[in-house]
């Protein structure tokens, strides 16, 4: 008689985060503002839905590839990491383009999605985080609001560059503290302003060996 091996509909916190290649905090964070989906035992342990985790996996970020200073100047020690989040692919192209011809090494990630986002600063937050607030699926304000508490952000700079003004940021019940607001066109220069000064802090500085 042959053995049927059921796969269970519900995992662990540590298995999703295994999964998901994230940690374990992440996982409850996500859990906690609805992105993932999870009940709790009598216990008071946490079990996630696999189906939410299979959902995001199918979500995994793709990062647009892209060419930066440091090709031409391999002796520089630390790549400065900015990601961009912007569901127009013309929008996206034109920030990789602009963002690669800044004077300092950068890495520039861009993401299509709030979503994929997420799943790549579960594994490590960029230094510069440049995002849209209007998005389908999860919007900038959503992803911003669960990247507030995340650890992984602790030392990243956020800005969001949008279309809408403060009224209309304020019927969507605001931003989270610290996140400074720009309007569109997409003002380059100031980024770059921005970019530059995150160079110049010390925190910046003492990680200048550590890997990007």
Known sequence: MSSVTIEKSFCTTREAAKLLGVSVGTVQLWVENGLLRAWKTAGGHRRVMRDSVDQLLRKEPQPIA???????????????????????????????????????ANKVIGMYSAIAALMAIGRGGPDLLITDLNMP??????????LHKAPEMAHTTIVAVTGLDEAAIATKGGLPPGILVLSKPIPFDRLQEIATGIINQSRFLLNAHAPA
Request: charged share 25%; net charge negative; aromatic share 6%.
């Open 66 to 104: 892209s060419t930066s200073v440091a090709d031409v100047l391999p002796s520089q020690p630390r790549q400065l990491k900015v990601m961009v989040v912007e569901d127009d692919a013309d929008l996206l192209r034109l920030y990789q383009a602009k963002l690669a011809r800044w004077p300092m």
């Open 137 to 146: 699926e999860m919007d900038g304000f959503s992803m911003l609001r669960i």
